[in-house]
């Protein structure tokens, strides 16, 4: 067990609805980064947040956005969502913000878009 | 722009045997190297890294080296057992934190 935890674990909806993943942090953790894992990309950056405030964006889609709240827990919005959003993601929390500190993964949200 | 490739992509070895997985990076810059196991419907979990001014780093049955100059790292698993099954990814990562990810090896250990 990372110590991260992610809500909910699956997450089946329709195209062109919009959707919410929560992400909470080990605890002490400042960082967190979402990334997004699917067959034919594998695993892709997407945005990250640390303290509160966005630090990194990668190839995020312009329908996606993400925010860190106050007590350190994040969202991904995702919305307008295509079949092709179909895919796990997965939020990692990391204890600063220097790049050579470990970054441990939660066990992510499955997401189909039917 | 930023790359890594991880090769093979399948691997299946015997119990007790060794393992090695080969990444190359692209970025120059990249001074953070993980390696993390991911379980099937399970995050990818952290097990071993090895930062830029270190060049070999070993942690019981696992290790990791890292050729800087060629910008190669390789993870090698020894004794190999039944429950080393699993996708492994490597990684490399510059000041910025962000993870770039090779494709994933898919380790077969057969007993």
Known sequence: DSGVTQTPKHLITATGQRVTLRCSPRSGDLSVYWYQQSLDQGLQFLIQYYNGEERAKGNILERFSAQQFPDLHSELNLSSLELGDSALYFCASQPGGRSYNEQFFGPGTRLTVL | ?111
């Open chain 2, 1 to 111: 722009g930023e790359n890594v490739e991880q090769h093979p992509s399948t691997l299946s070895v015997q119990e007790g045997d060794s393992a090695v997985i080969k990444c190359t990076y692209s970025d120059s810059a990249s001074n953070y190297f993980p390696w993390y196991k991911q379980e099937l419907g399970k995050g990818p979990q952290l097990i071993i890294d090895i930062r830029s001014n270190v060049g070999e780093k070993k942690d019981q049955r696992i290790a990791v080296t890292l050729n800087k100059t060629a910008k190669h790292f390789s993870l090698h698993i020894t004794e190999t057992q039944p429950e080393d099954s699993a996708v492994y990814f490597c990684a490399a990562s510059t000041n910025t934190g962000k993870l770039i990810f090779g494709q994933g090896t898919t380790l077969q250990v057969k007993p």
